[in-house]
């Protein structure tokens, strides 16, 4: 293994949460997995590959399953400074665990909410980490990524509304989060960005007229095992696979006490159990599970 990164890097990382890294996937991969998308767009077979945009529903906000529809994907998430870096965050044994990618379309790109990924996956362990891959320049105007630094150490938070899990935090005042530690974390493309999954993180709408495009893998120990297998939280493991290490013989546990994701209502994205979309379009009732947010719906 090279280390990728410095001492420095990673008590930054411990430190706050998150950590930024320029350059670190080449241009090649980038230019690649943006054409796919660039493809993708101008077609009119996005049917079943993502969730459309309500704004404009001729446009998508998320393609589901990435690494499933072309190889670019899977050759960033095997990217070996990449994965270098990951190991030097959650230890040698690493595996993969699910794959996304976002699309802010100009103008019109979703809200998303303060929240926390450990919420939607409660672990035996924090040793996760997301990778928040720019696709392209990012900036405030195209909603880069927003990160309430340090808000990982708050441990998991909140994220009901009336007794139901609606994936986010009300408001970041009202659990102590400092609002002069938001971060905007605006960098060029080829940008990875690592996030603990207890770390506070949102984006606004994009009102620019350009794109912004993330592709993010997520990684995790190979000690850290599922505590929750409600309504198709399930559907992320046959596609998790051990990358580095060997496979664990035992569950590292934390001790604390995991909120889990119990909605009022079934639902399948982020977006939609943020916006409320699950109960207004009738999902079906739920009181013992939710949706994968990061999985594509089963067809019917």
Sequence with gaps: ???????????????????????????????????????????????????????????????????????????????????????????????????????????????????????????????????????????????????????????????EVDGHFRGKIATLAGVGVDESSVVDCEAPAGTAIFLHPLLAHASEKNISDRYRRAFIPSYRSADAFPVYYGPRAAHNEPNARLLRGRPAKVARCESGHWRLPIAEAEFNSLYEVQEGAHLRSGGHKSSTGYFSHEVAPTPA
């Design 1 to 159: 293994m090279t280390e990728i990164l410095t001492g420095h890097d990673v008590k930054t990382y411990r430190d706050n949460g998150f950590l930024v890294v320029e350059g670190l996937v080449g241009d090649e991969l980038v230019d690649r997995a943006r054409g796919f998308v660039d493809a993708l767009l101008a077609s009119d077979a996005t049917d079943g590959v993502g969730e459309p945009e309500p704004e404009d529903p001729a446009m998508i906000r998320r393609v589901w399953a990435p690494t499933s529809r072309d190889p670019v994907f899977n050759e960033i998430v095997e990217y070996p400074p990449l994965l270098d870096a990951v190991s030097q965050l959650v230890g040698d044994d690493v595996e993969f665990q699910y794959s996304k990618l976002n699309i802010k379309a100009p103008r019109v790109g979703s809200v998303v909410e303060w929240h926390q990924d450990f919420a939607y996956y409660p672990h035996t362990n924090t040793d996760l980490v997301a990778v928040l891959i720019y696709l392209d320049d990012a900036t405030r105007e195209n909603a880069c990524l927003k990160v309430a630094a340090g808000s990982h150490r708050l441990g998991l938070l909140s994220h």
